[in-house]
């Protein structure tokens, strides 16, 4: 088994183009977007069409490239909204909504002739301008891709490719050129923070268990990404499986542990698949098992799964449930640190967080805190999602604001039709069901975790939506209480049942049954669940009603007072009424009406009997003339 | 390698194995003697016994679920209580067909909910009754796939389509019913 | 020593004291409601949350260690609030039918809920109508009163291994029940009613049979004959408000007259004559080698339910003995009845126990009819009486001294001494010390087998034999000491110990499902040391001395394991296994 020589880092932060290498790449994304949008079907194309073009061509990494093409599948490279993607090295071209009907297409005009074909490249709709590829799309160009530098490139079940690239590197360097004092001190000095949502010094956890005296300690990756809305965590062990495992391993080594978990949700089996077989290669290349990188000492990983409980992102809960018990907080302290998987020292890191210290390992403290803020130092990855133009998974540095996220590099807000409005941004949830919201008046905060708090919200695991004027911020309260509730383990009062009562509350508001104490009793409840809660779940679990409280305040009076939804989202509160302005009496909203409320003659208005409707939406979304209202 | 990608022809993501069919009880003792020994007989790894357990079977039969215990030396109390907590796992039989609905917030707010009112007015089940009497279907509702980009996201089987709206969604029921119907 | 304030309090504790004891150095009481003193905490409740220098962040005091330098508040205005807002939320899901409750007036969420002047108007009301599980007999469970504390699984699991209830479900569904919904009578449940006992509402209580008694005691066709168990006597004070350990003995006979029991009789009268079988039975196996060693006692039905379910390979070296309970019922049906000319098929015998097992085992076996009629035809709980006697008129505490009727009523320091873990054991000892030597024990004190702690041993030299004892209590402790006699078998050692008495609830008897409640190891101790007073206070601390059992001898059984003592006094185990291992 031969050494992997690192190669020299590239210095930018885009997806790693390789100076030297003259190898032709077709880089297909087979994240699960771009797979549920037949990414599969195109990789296949390309590898018939490519033969069938006489093109020597392998899907296997060769450390020396030759002069083959080399095509492979990747992890997610990001620009969801503009899957399936295909990336073209060395050119830098990036292909979008590529279907399997396009792939002869490509073959002969770019891969043989060496030609660019315009209307698969990205529009900046700015600019009105095709972008060849990530250098020119602004949403590439705009963010600084360490986590994800790997993400779309390499080919996620080759360790060679891995290594080729510098892999595992850092552990050898932690576990044969430092000491666990050593590691902790630069994963200290970086400042990094815990990326899963608490933002908890990483050098600092792991400086607590290093202390402690025991023979047995043990690292858990949280990779129990439960947020709705946010899949960083997944893509990057899809894409990149290999960095979380190095991160792990120097985990384990800065406290001295042996055995190691990664514990992934169920819902995301290709994640399993991705880390059970870098698990495997490690092992194959004596990373994993006895005496690894020669240090004398030994180091095991096991994937588990999780069983569909969000509560087990919580530290204790998931020990609970590693030792095969119902997955239920326990009381801190003892804290993990001191005591946690079988009473044993135990350190719980999300995923994020050990990919980072890869890089903090290799290039050390200082460069990592050259991005970032002093106090939030480093990049984060976000998931984009909601009523915005380009959703996807995103890598900043803390630090960015909000405007240059949801605006520049999101391109914008959207409204129901796709179309991007100028005005048309309301609020953006960042932190999933344990955040806050944060408006207009945020728009230039810098995110990184202390501005957060203080604006009522927080970076939480890094799932941002965009949400349109047309949206119901009392209606996005509930959903993330339906779901925190949902979620609830049951063992302390506060979370269960009000939980449950909030959850009551907010419907009452929303079917127009609230009174005057409603909003009283649901501050009030709010305030004692998130004081009195036991774990992080409960706590967090009233910010997303706290926080849209305090921001959209005459919304909630609306509903209230005078029972009604201005954004016409309320099902329950909704009046829609057929303008009579606009309204040319073409039927066909009385056509398509599931309830047959609409009446009308040929040319004349039509009119909803509000008796029958039941306030779907359906004539709006078909009217032409934009004559619906109030729904 | 493409080797390790779980795909099939049509070009999709596993997104729950393929289920086996119920075995006859007898066939059952041997299959949960094996789980069980695989995982050393240790009661820490009830959750990953009861996963394996779970797809061996479709969904886990209260008499396997005594019978883990009894394999495991431990009480049934703690085994179905483990069993009753996470929302994997299924006390009561499942549809042949699983309809799963995205209900992440970026599907939400692309308005999920009424795709999954409409699929459940159609097939007649509701949220404590997922499953239809004649164990054709069962509705449920997943928090995020990572789909995001295609939202809403509705799921049959492993199939994944994207960009649904009601109609659509009952469409595709609909489908479904009448190639189940044919001969 | 850890130094902190509390409520600016300066307090001093040990490390590792919790901030809900160290408050209690100042005076300072934080309310609990999920917390027992037996139990380790789960911090389910929310109710004893405290704040540290004024911070945001909200601890809970039952399990949080006191650490230096800390500025606990325990009541602010804020913190006062959410107490409040939980006991609401509490409140919301629970019934609110507290004037028809057994728990009335004893309830630890009733008062809490007054203490705290609740009025919870504004909260939705979600009671959850659920049929209540009576299966047992013994236990009644009415899930709609659960408030999820976990005490009651906590004791089943770990306390008692038993591991009948468990928590199913989770969050708003999360509930308490016997695994898959089977009943309590289906279940492992051994009935001896330690969930009834740590339960704070009214969710798990015995059941109450008063009212049959009631009737009986109005019955012009019945002839009602009563007996107090050991443990009674020193426990039934407390719910009249005295300290526990107080002997009530005389007053109960007293008493129990007054509620219309022709006859009163005591069971340490029945545990001297079952001693008197049992020490036979041990020199029988233990000196002439007929029989399987070691000798297990029997007397606690709980624990022969365990053993016929979990550990049925003992069923050899159980004692055949019945208990006290059950014998004292076949003799007034047979020898009582008798001598006295009363018609046996007219006895109505009522026994008061510490326990609700002893209402499952009356009709355990063919063996509990074996006077030709119910040797025990009702048992009722401490917890019964005292609501009988609060409802019969009698200023019970007032009440002159009496004495127990004659034949079945005298009773030795050694019978006394049932009730208290060990007690068993160590009457036993005393009289087959005599048995084999023919000589009394030099101390009749064996303090080796007294005490709280869960597994007890001890070695007595009978004519230069070291005879190696062990006492359980609690059916948590039980595995091990099997086990340590199961490897000697297989190994062909030596067994490690020649005699073992097992108590399944954490004190013995004394610490019964059925006593009053409230109970910890600082109670445990206090009524134990009542029986151990009533011991030395006894002229008479032998078993086989008890005139009244040599008469029953003599006159009626001919002598020890005799045949007529086999037919009546003796039972058989089944085993009746729940695992197989």
Same mark, same amino acid.
């Given at each position: 088994?031969?050494?992997?020589?690192?190669?020299?880092?590239?210095?930018?932060?885009?997806?790693?183009?390789?100076?030297?290498?003259?190898?032709?790449?077709?880089?297909?994304?087979?994240? @699960?977007?771009?797979?549920?949008?037949?990414?599969?079907? =195109?990789?296949?194309?390309?590898?018939?069409?490519?033969?069938?073009?006489?093109?020597?061509?392998?899907?296997?990494?060769?450390?020396?490239?030759?002069?083959?093409?080399?095509?492979?599948?990747?992890?997610?490279?990001?620009?969801?909204?503009?899957?399936?993607?295909?990336?073209?090295?060395?050119?830098?071209?990036?292909?979008?909504?590529?279907?399997?009907?396009?792939?002869?297409?490509? =073959?002969?005009? @770019?891969?043989?002739?060496?030609?660019?074909?315009?209307?698969?490249?990205?529009?900046?709709?700015?600019?009105?301008?095709?972008?060849?590829?990530?250098?020119?799309?602004?949403?590439?160009?705009?963010?600084?891709?360490?986590?994800?530098?790997?993400?779309?490139?390499?080919?996620?079940?080759?360790?060679?490719?891995?290594?080729?690239?510098?892999?595992?590197?850092?552990?050898?360097?932690?576990?044969?050129?430092?000491?666990?004092?050593?590691?902790?001190?630069?994963?200290?000095?970086?400042?990094?923070?815990?990326?899963?949502?608490? #933002?908890?010094?990483?050098?600092?956890?792991?400086?607590?268990?290093?202390?402690?005296?025991?023979?047995?300690?043990?690292?858990?990756?949280?990779?129990?990404?439960?947020?709705?809305?946010?899949?960083?965590?997944?893509?990057?062990?899809?894409?990149?499986?290999?960095?979380?495992?190095?991160?792990?391993?120097?985990?384990?080594?800065?406290?001295?542990?042996?055995?190691?978990?990664?514990?992934?949700?169920?819902?995301?089996?290709?994640?399993?698949?991705?880390?059970?077989?870098?698990?495997?290669?490690?092992?194959?290349?004596?990373?994993?098992?006895?005496?690894?990188?020669?240090?004398?000492?030994?180091?095991?990983?096991?994937?588990?799964?999780?069983?569909?409980?969000?509560?087990?992102?919580?530290?204790?809960?998931?020990?609970?449930?590693?030792?095969?018990?119902?997955?239920?907080?326990?009381?801190?302290?003892?804290?993990?640190?001191?005591?946690?998987?079988?009473?044993?020292?135990?350190?719980?890191?999300?995923?994020?967080?050990?990919?980072?210290?890869?890089?903090?390992?290799?290039?050390?403290?200082?460069?990592?805190?050259?991005?970032?803020?002093?106090?939030?130092?480093?990049?984060?990855?976000?998931?984009?999602?909601?009523?915005?133009?380009?959703?996807?998974?995103?890598?900043?540095?803390?630090?960015?604001?909000?405007?240059?996220?949801?605006?520049?590099?999101?391109?914008?807000?959207?409204?129901?039709?796709?179309?991007?409005?100028?005005?048309?941004?309301?609020?953006?949830?960042?932190? #999933? *069901?344990?955040?806050?919201?944060?408006?207009?008046?945020?728009?230039?905060?810098?995110?990184?975790?202390?501005?957060?708090?203080?604006? #009522?919200?927080?970076?939480?695991?890094?799932?941002?939506?965009?949400?349109?004027?047309?949206?119901?911020?009392?209606?996005?309260?509930?959903?993330?209480?339906?779901?925190?509730?949902?979620?609830?383990?049951?063992?302390?009062?506060?979370?269960?049942? #009000?939980?449950?009562?909030?959850?009551?509350?907010?419907?009452?508001?929303?079917?127009?049954?609230?009174?005057?104490?409603?909003?009283?009793?649901?501050?009030?409840?709010?305030?004692?669940?998130?004081?009195?809660?036991?774990?992080?779940?409960?706590?967090?679990?009233?910010?997303?009603?706290?926080?849209?409280?305090?921001?959209?305040?005459?919304?909630?009076?609306?509903?209230?007072?005078?029972?009604?939804?201005? @954004?016409?989202?309320?099902?329950?509160?909704?009046? *829609?009424?057929?303008?009579?302005?606009?309204?040319?009496?073409?039927?066909?909203?009385?056509?398509?009406?599931?309830?047959?409320?609409?009446?009308?003659?040929?040319?004349?208005?039509?009119?909803?009997?509000?008796?029958?409707? @039941?306030?779907?939406?359906?004539?709006?979304?078909?009217?032409?003339?934009?004559? =619906?209202?109030?729904? | 390698?493409?080797?390790?990608?779980?795909?099939?022809?049509?070009?999709?993501?596993?997104?729950?194995?393929?289920?086996?069919?119920?075995?006859?009880?007898?066939?059952?003792?041997?299959?949960?003697?094996?789980?069980?020994?695989?995982?050393?007989?240790?009661?820490?790894?009830?959750?990953?016994?009861?996963?394996?357990?779970?797809?061996?079977?479709?969904?886990?039969?209260?008499?396997?679920?005594?019978?883990?215990?009894?394999?495991?030396?431990?009480?049934?109390?703690?085994?179905?209580?483990?069993?009753?907590?996470?929302?994997?796992?299924?006390?009561?039989?499942?549809?042949?067909?699983?309809?799963?609905?995205?209900?992440?917030?970026?599907?939400?707010?692309?308005?999920?909910?009424?795709?999954?009112?409409?699929?459940?007015?159609?097939?007649?089940?509701?949220?404590?009754?997922?499953?239809?009497?004649?164990?054709?279907?069962?509705?449920?509702?997943?928090?995020?796939?990572?789909?995001?980009?295609?939202?809403?996201?509705?799921?049959?089987?492993?199939?994944?389509?994207?960009?649904?709206?009601?109609?659509?969604?009952?469409?595709?029921?609909?489908?479904?019913?009448?190639?189940?119907?044919?001969? | 020593?850890?130094?902190?304030?509390?409520?600016?309090?300066?307090? $001093?504790?040990?490390?590792?004291?919790?901030?809900?004891?160290?408050?209690? +150095?100042?005076?300072?009481?934080?309310?609990?409601?999920?917390?027992?003193?037996?139990?380790?905490?789960?911090?389910?409740?929310?109710?004893?949350?405290?704040?540290?220098?004024?911070?945001?962040?909200?601890?809970?005091?039952?399990?949080?260690?006191?650490?230096?330098?800390?500025?606990?508040?325990?009541?602010?205005?804020?913190?006062?609030?959410?107490?409040?807002?939980?006991?609401?939320?509490?409140?919301?899901?629970?019934?609110?039918?507290?004037?028809?409750?057994?728990?009335?007036?004893?309830?630890?969420?009733?008062?809490?809920?007054?203490?705290?002047?609740?009025? +919870?108007?504004?909260?939705?009301?979600?009671?959850?109508?659920?049929?209540?599980?009576?299966?047992?007999?013994?236990?009644?469970?009415?899930?709609?009163?659960?408030?999820?504390?976990?005490?009651?699984?906590?004791?089943?699991?770990?306390?008692?291994?038993?591991?009948?209830?468990?928590?199913?479900?989770?969050?708003?569904?999360?509930?308490?029940?016997?695994?898959?919904?089977?009943?309590?009578?289906?279940?492992?449940?051994?009935?001896?009613?330690?969930?009834?006992?740590?339960?704070?509402?009214?969710?798990?209580?015995?059941?109450?049979?008063?009212?049959?008694?009631?009737?009986?005691?109005?019955?012009?066709?019945?002839?009602?004959?009563?007996?107090?168990?050991?443990?009674?006597?020193?426990?039934?004070?407390?719910?009249?408000?005295?300290?526990?350990?107080?002997?009530?003995?005389?007053?109960?006979?007293?008493?129990?007259?007054?509620?219309?029991?022709?006859?009163?009789?005591?069971?340490?009268?029945?545990?001297?004559?079952?001693?008197?079988?049992?020490?036979? $039975?041990?020199?029988?196996?233990?000196?002439?080698?007929?029989?399987?060693?070691?000798?297990?006692?029997?007397?606690?039905?709980?624990?022969?339910?365990?053993?016929?379910?979990?550990?049925?390979?003992?069923?050899?070296?159980?004692?055949?003995?019945?208990?006290?309970?059950?014998?004292?019922?076949?003799?007034?049906?047979?020898?009582?009845?008798?001598?006295?000319?009363?018609?046996?098929?007219?006895?109505?015998?009522?026994?008061?126990?510490?326990?609700?097992?002893?209402?499952?085992?009356?009709?355990?076996?063919?063996?509990?009819?074996?006077?030709?009629?119910?040797?025990?035809?009702?048992?009722?709980?401490?917890?019964?009486?005292?609501?009988?006697?609060?409802?019969?008129?009698?200023?019970?505490?007032?009440?002159?001294?009496?004495?127990?009727?004659?034949?079945?009523?005298?009773?030795?320091?050694?019978?006394?001494?049932?009730?208290?873990?060990?007690?068993?054991?160590?009457?036993?000892?005393?009289?087959?010390?005599?048995?084999?030597?023919?000589?009394?024990?030099?101390?009749?004190?064996?303090?080796?087998?007294?005490?709280?702690?869960?597994?007890?041993?001890?070695?007595?030299?009978?004519?230069?034999?070291?005879?190696?004892?062990?006492?359980?209590?609690?059916?948590?402790?039980?595995?091990?000491?099997?086990?340590?006699?199961?490897?000697?078998?297989?190994?062909?050692?030596?067994?490690?110990?020649?005699?073992?008495?097992?108590?399944?609830?954490?004190?013995?008897?004394?610490?019964?499902?059925?006593?009053?409640?409230?109970?910890?190891?600082?109670?445990?101790?206090?009524?134990?040391?009542?029986?151990?007073?009533?011991?030395?206070?006894? +002229?008479?601390?032998?078993?086989?001395?008890?005139?009244?059992?040599?008469?029953?001898?003599?006159?009626?059984?001919?002598?020890?394991?005799?045949?007529?003592?086999?037919?009546?006094?003796?039972?058989?185990?089944?085993?009746?296994?729940?695992?197989?291992?």
């Amino acid at each position: 088994m031969k050494d992997a020589t690192p190669a020299t880092r590239p210095e930018n932060t885009n997806p790693p183009t390789e100076p030297d290498a003259k190898q032709r790449r077709v880089i297909v994304c087979a994240g @699960t977007g771009c797979v549920a949008n037949g990414a599969y079907a =195109v990789f296949r194309g390309f590898a018939e069409q490519i033969q069938a073009a006489g093109i020597a061509v392998t899907t296997e990494f060769k450390p020396e490239a030759g002069s083959e093409l080399r095509l492979n599948e990747s992890g997610c490279q990001g620009f969801c909204q503009m899957g399936p993607l295909v990336t073209i090295l060395p050119e830098g071209i990036l292909y979008t909504k590529v279907k399997s009907a396009d792939v002869a297409e490509i =073959v002969a005009q @770019t891969l043989v002739a060496g030609q660019v074909i315009g209307r698969l490249l990205y529009t900046d709709p700015a600019t009105k301008q095709p972008c060849r590829g990530v250098a020119e799309i602004p949403f590439y160009r705009r963010q600084q891709r360490h986590v994800l530098r790997a993400c779309g490139i390499i080919d996620p079940g080759s360790i060679e490719e891995y290594l080729h690239h510098g892999g595992y590197a850092a552990a050898r360097k932690a576990f044969t050129a430092m000491t666990p004092e050593t590691v902790c001190q630069e994963i200290l000095r970086s400042g990094l923070r815990g990326r899963g949502g608490g #933002g908890y010094p990483t050098g600092r956890k792991w400086e607590a268990a290093r202390t402690q005296k025991s023979a047995k300690k043990y690292v858990i990756c949280n990779a129990d990404e439960g947020d709705p809305g946010a899949f960083m965590n997944r893509s990057v062990m899809e894409g990149d499986p290999h960095s979380v495992l190095e991160g792990l391993m120097i985990a384990a080594r800065g406290i001295g542990a042996d055995e190691t978990f990664i514990y992934v949700r169920s819902e995301y089996p290709l994640a399993v698949q991705r880390m059970r077989q870098a698990v495997k290669h490690a092992q194959r290349l004596g990373f994993l098992g006895t005496n690894v990188f020669g240090s004398g000492l030994n180091l095991s990983c096991e994937v588990m799964e999780g069983a569909g409980a969000f509560v087990c992102g919580e530290e204790t809960a998931m020990i609970a449930s590693i030792e095969g018990h119902r997955g239920m907080p326990r009381p801190k302290p003892p804290y993990p640190a001191q005591s946690g998987l079988w009473g044993k020292p135990t350190i719980i890191n999300n995923v994020e967080t050990l990919a980072h210290t890869v890089r903090v390992i290799n290039e050390g403290a200082e460069r990592f805190r050259q991005s970032g803020t002093s106090a939030s130092p480093g990049t984060k990855t976000f998931a984009l999602t909601g009523h915005v133009a380009n959703t996807g998974l995103i890598e900043v540095p803390f630090g960015t604001t909000l405007r240059e996220v949801v605006l520049n590099i999101g391109g914008g807000i959207t409204d129901r039709r796709g179309r991007i409005t100028a005005d048309g941004f309301k609020a953006v949830q960042i932190g #999933g *069901p344990s955040g806050g919201c944060l408006t207009h008046e945020h728009l230039d905060l810098p995110l990184d975790y202390d501005s957060l708090r203080g604006a #009522g919200a927080m970076v939480g695991s890094g799932g941002l939506v965009a949400m349109n004027q047309k949206t119901c911020m009392v209606s996005v309260a509930r959903f993330f209480m339906d779901f925190t509730q949902r979620e609830s383990c049951g063992k302390c009062v506060l979370c269960r049942e #009000g939980t449950r009562q909030m959850l009551a509350l907010l419907d009452d508001i929303i079917e127009g049954r609230a009174t005057g104490e409603t909003l009283t009793l649901l501050e009030k409840l709010a305030h004692a669940v998130q004081k009195g809660s036991l774990c992080g779940l409960g706590k967090t679990a009233p910010n997303p009603v706290l926080s849209t409280l305090r921001y959209f305040r005459d919304e909630y009076d609306a509903h209230v007072i005078h029972k009604c939804c201005p @954004t016409g989202q309320c099902k329950a509160l909704a009046k *829609p009424s057929i303008d009579p302005a606009k309204c040319k009496g073409c039927q066909a909203c009385a056509k398509k009406c599931p309830v047959g409320a609409i009446t009308g003659e040929r040319k004349q208005t039509h009119v909803i009997d509000p008796k029958k409707c @039941t306030a779907c939406g359906t004539c709006a979304d078909v009217c032409k003339f934009d004559a =619906v209202l109030g729904v | 390698m493409i080797s390790n990608l779980n795909h099939d022809l049509n070009g999709t993501v596993a997104v729950t194995t393929a289920p086996a069919p119920a075995a006859h009880p007898a066939g059952r003792a041997a299959a949960i003697t094996r789980i069980v020994e695989k995982h050393g007989r240790r009661s820490s790894r009830l959750v990953p016994i009861l996963q394996e357990v779970q797809e061996e079977f479709r969904y886990l039969p209260p008499d396997a679920l005594a019978l883990v215990a009894e394999k495991l030396n431990v009480a049934p109390a703690r085994v179905f209580g483990v069993a009753t907590f996470y929302a994997h796992f299924a006390i009561k039989p499942k549809g042949k067909h699983l309809v799963r609905l995205c209900d992440g917030t970026a599907c939400h707010v692309k308005d999920s909910i009424p795709i999954l009112d409409a699929i459940r007015r159609r097939l007649g089940v509701d949220a404590r009754h997922p499953t239809t009497p004649d164990l054709m279907f069962t509705v449920e509702t997943v928090a995020c796939l990572g789909a995001c980009g295609l939202a809403p996201v509705v799921v049959v089987d492993d199939q994944v389509h994207g960009a649904m709206t009601p109609a659509k969604g009952v469409a595709l029921v609909e489908s479904m019913i009448a190639k189940e119907a044919a001969p | 020593m850890i130094k902190a304030r509390i409520n600016d309090l300066p307090v $001093e504790v040990p490390e590792g004291t919790t901030i809900l004891d160290a408050a209690r +150095q100042v005076q300072v009481c934080i309310p609990t409601l999920c917390k027992h003193r037996d139990l380790l905490s789960t911090a389910a409740c929310g109710i004893c949350i405290v704040r540290n220098k004024g911070g945001n962040k909200m601890i809970r005091a039952c399990c949080t260690p006191l650490e230096n330098g800390m500025e606990i508040t325990t009541h602010d205005r804020d913190i006062v609030e959410v107490r409040r807002s939980t006991l609401e939320l509490i409140l919301s899901n629970h019934p609110n039918g507290c004037l028809t409750c057994e728990r009335n007036g004893e309830c630890e969420l009733q008062k809490l809920a007054a203490d705290f002047n609740i009025n +919870q108007e504004a909260i939705k009301r979600y009671v959850k109508e659920t049929p209540p599980d009576t299966s047992t007999g013994s236990i009644v469970i009415d899930f709609t009163k659960c408030i999820k504390c976990g005490r009651c699984i906590q004791v089943c699991q770990e306390m008692q291994d038993v591991w009948a209830l468990s928590f199913l479900e989770r969050g708003i569904n999360t509930r308490m029940a016997p695994a898959g919904d089977i009943t309590l009578a289906e279940s492992p449940c051994v009935k001896c009613g330690q969930c009834s006992a740590h339960c704070p509402t009214g969710a798990i209580v015995e059941n109450d049979e008063t009212q049959t008694i009631w009737e009986a005691l109005h019955d012009p066709n019945k002839v009602c004959v009563v007996q107090i168990a050991p443990s009674v006597r020193v426990t039934v004070g407390e719910a009249f408000g005295l300290p526990p350990g107080t002997n009530l003995t005389r007053k109960l006979y007293s008493a129990l007259r007054r509620l219309g029991f022709k006859a009163v009789f005591d069971t340490n009268f029945a545990a001297d004559v079952t001693i008197v079988e049992e020490a036979s $039975e041990f020199i029988e196996r233990f000196a002439h080698k007929r029989g399987a060693l070691p000798l297990i006692t029997s007397c606690c039905p709980s624990w022969t339910d365990f053993m016929e379910k979990n550990h049925w390979d003992f069923i050899d070296n159980f004692s055949t003995a019945k208990s006290p309970q059950q014998m004292l019922g076949v003799l007034a049906k047979t020898y009582y009845a008798e001598k006295l000319g009363i018609d046996p098929a007219k006895l109505y015998m009522v026994s008061i126990m510490p326990c609700t097992a002893k209402k499952y085992e009356l009709t355990r076996t063919e063996e509990m009819y074996a006077s030709g009629f119910k040797d025990v035809d009702v048992a009722i709980t401490t917890r019964e009486l005292a609501r009988m006697l609060k409802q019969s008129g009698i200023e019970f505490l007032s009440l002159p001294d009496a004495e127990a009727d004659s034949l079945l009523g005298d009773y030795t320091g050694a019978g006394t001494i049932f009730g208290a873990t060990g007690g068993v054991m160590e009457a036993a000892v005393r009289t087959a010390y005599f048995y084999a030597t023919g000589k009394k024990l030099k101390s009749l004190d064996l303090e080796a087998v007294r005490g709280l702690q869960g597994v007890k041993e001890g070695t007595v030299d009978i004519n230069g034999t070291p005879v190696r004892v062990a006492v359980a209590h609690g059916l948590a402790n039980v595995e091990d000491v099997l086990n340590r006699v199961r490897e000697a078998q297989k190994a062909g050692k030596e067994t490690p110990y020649h005699f073992i008495e097992v108590m399944a609830c954490p004190g013995g008897c004394i610490g019964g499902g059925g006593q009053p409640y409230g109970v910890d190891n600082e109670r445990r101790q206090k009524r134990a040391a009542g029986l151990y007073q009533d011991d030395r206070d006894k +002229q008479i601390r032998c078993s086989h001395e008890n005139p009244e059992v040599i008469r029953l001898y003599k006159e009626f059984l001919d002598k020890p394991l005799s045949t007529k003592a086999h037919h009546l006094l003796h039972t058989r185990y089944t085993a009746r296994p729940l695992y197989k291992r």
